[in-house]
């Protein structure tokens, strides 16, 4: 139903009259935020009938012994203060060792919980490995005012039994858990080990294997050596530093225990998605028109990221806003650099030294860049970054641009050429 809605909303608005630049960027915020006005509101729909039932403890777990018998309490939380029906039932592969208090009741709006409890037989014998069972509490749909019709959806809750049963002889589980860092620092491998024999693990280690994106093995280490008694739990921690190129990488885990293996997969980051802001060029700037700012803004990281933009604020002598502009969206290829523009109509705008902050943003990342602009008649200059890059109307530092730009025309023009030519071939 919701999705229909949705879809008649955005129907009405699928052919659109062609707007300018800013307009778009309006009307794209203004969906973006029904979007969002909509989520939200079917969000606190659902917390809202979820929230009226609930219960504790979520799950109790017991080792198994053969015939074992025990009796396990639990509470049914009425969070909302409603009159319900409730109907308790048992399901799962232990439903047969399980015998509920209380099959139905009913809860009164004055009753803020209700104390049940199951009785667990279990067998003789079960497999190695984990059991589980569930007793689901289910809130009956309520009857309609007018009618004996039931109106609204049944709600349920489940508390689980885990049981345990060992294995015959010496059995490990173990996962491997990886702590991200940026390079030159440390990653943090965790190995937890859980004894699931009969017998203790005497001598427990892991040999890890690094890769890159690529596959290529970048280096190998091993743990060092612990022993965890039948049904404990330790942990193996070891610390490799990252002494490595800022990318994506995949571990690979054999963990060896008296004589038996387990293998382990897990991938982490070394540094984190990171654009940095190098610099900043204003040319051919007079104080009143609109100025083209060209922030050079590098990528550290070793994938693309894509929807990266600028967003720059100017504040007066007050700490106002005075201005706000933002850059179109880039995709910034792996560690490289790009130049992205933006525009700053300074009419109005009198000489002087401004405080500025440049986000860079992209995703749900935003890094900030305190700066300061120092505008005169001819020329806007930058102060507070790693070196100031400036434009006066000599334009004697324009040399390397030019050449560059060159250089990036006949590039394209080669490529275009060749195109054209492979495509003759094919038509032959």
Do not use: C
Request: cysteine-free; proline content about 4%; hydrophobic content about 45%.
């Amino acid at each position: 139903m919701v999705r229909k809605m949705w879809g008649r909303f955005v129907g009405r608005f699928s052919h659109p009259p062609i707007l300018d630049r800013d307009e778009q960027i309006n009307q794209n915020s203004f969906f973006q935020l029904i979007e969002l006005a909509m989520i939200l509101l079917i969000g606190i729909m659902l917390v809202a009938n979820v929230s009226a039932l609930g219960i504790t403890p979520a799950r109790t777990t017991i080792d198994f012994e053969p015939g074992f018998q025990r009796e396990v309490g639990f509470s049914v939380l009425n969070s909302e203060g409603k009159d319900m029906s409730i109907v308790v039932y048992v399901q799962g592969e232990l439903n047969a060792s399980i015998g509920v208090s209380e099959n139905t009741f009913q809860m009164s709006a004055s009753e803020e919980s209700r104390q049940l409890s199951y009785n667990v037989n279990l067998p003789a014998k079960l497999s190695p490995g984990l059991h589980i069972g569930e007793v689901v509490v289910m809130q009956l749909p309520g009857k309609s005012g007018t009618s004996e019709a039931f109106i609204g959806a049944a709600l349920a809750v489940v508390t689980q039994l885990y049981v345990q049963v060992p294995y015959p002889g010496k059995y490990a589980e173990a996962t491997l858990n990886i702590i991200n860092a940026n390079q030159g620092d440390e990653v943090v491998f965790v190995i937890p080990v859980l004894s699931r024999g009969e017998f203790d693990l005497v001598s427990v280690k892991a040999n890890v294997d690094i890769y890159n994106k690529m596959g290529e093995k970048v280096d190998s280490f091993n743990t060092n050596e612990i022993s965890v008694d039948s049904g404990a739990r330790r942990e193996i921690v070891y610390k490799w530093e990252a002494d490595v190129p800022v990318g994506a990488y995949r571990a690979l885990a054999t963990l060896i225990y008296d004589g038996e293996v387990v293998q382990l997969e897990g991938g982490f980051n070394v540094g984190s998605e990171v654009l940095d802001l190098q610099g900043i060029d204003v040319r051919d700037f007079s104080l009143g028109d609109i100025a083209k700012l060209e922030m050079l803004v590098e990528n550290k990281w070793s994938e693309p990221i894509r929807g990266a933009y600028t967003q720059t604020e100017v504040y007066n002598k007050d700490g106002e806003v005075s201005a706000d502009f933002k850059s179109p969206e880039y995709i910034i290829p792996a560690l490289s650099k790009e130049v992205m523009i933006s525009y700053w109509d300074t009419s109005g705008v009198k000489a002087g030294t401004y405080d500025t902050r440049v986000y860079l943003k992209y995703g749900d990342v935003s890094i900030p860049n305190d700066l300061k602009l120092k505008v005169e008649q001819n020329k806007i200059g930058i102060i507070g970054l790693g070196y100031v890059i400036s434009a006066d109307s000599e334009g004697g530092g324009n040399t390397l641009v030019v050449v560059l730009v060159i250089g990036i025309v006949t590039l394209v023009l080669i490529n275009l050429l060749w195109f054209f030519f492979l495509r003759k071939r094919l038509r032959r």
